[in-house]
């Protein structure tokens, strides 16, 4: 009779265990596959960039790579022509920082938006450019 109850406990702890795996795959899987209607435009990718920020009590570094996603391929191609003008604005952008405003979510999505802003005017591109993402960064 132990034996049996024994056996019917490792069973039954098993399947709670592979539902519990398998749960847990598939809301990872679901969070890692971007939506079936979502199109993504051509992304640019503009360099990494390593520039002395503005002092606020010391001297900081940041280095931070910078990629553009544009409306489409034809405003990637035109990023690409017009390089000298792209790597220019983004390092007046990020010199005119202080480590102190790259802090945090709420610091990097201000840079987001400034230099959104900032390339999608100066290249007059009509609103081309419609994310900036920072796949690497580091501040010293």
């Known amino acids: 009779m132990i ?3 024994m056996f019917v406990f490792v069973i039954a702890a098993g ?7 398998r749960a847990m795959n598939a809301g ?11 199109e993504l435009g051509p992304v640019f990718d503009a360099g990494v960039f390593t520039v002395d920020l503005t002092p606020d009590q ?11 996603q544009t409306d489409t391929k034809q405003t990637a191609t035109q990023l690409g022509k017009r390089v000298h003008e792209v790597k220019d604005a983004i390092v007046g952008v990020l010199r005119n920082r202080t480590a102190a ?4 979510l709420e610091g ?20 081309g450019i419609t994310d900036v993402y920072f796949p ?5």
Request: charged letters at 30%.
């Open 58 to 68: 010391r001297t900081r570094i940041l280095r931070i790579s910078v990629k553009l």
């Open 101 to 104: 405003s790259l802090t945090g």
């Open 15 to 21: 399947a709670s265990a592979y539902g519990v795996i």
């Open 28 to 38: 990872v899987e679901r969070a890692a596959a971007p939506a079936q209607n979502e």
């Open 136 to 140: 690497d960064m580091v501040m010293q």
């Open 108 to 127: 990097m999505e201000s840079l987001r938006r400034e230099l959104l802003e900032t390339l999608n005017r100066r290249l007059a591109l009509d609103d």
């Open 3 to 5: 034996i049996w109850v």
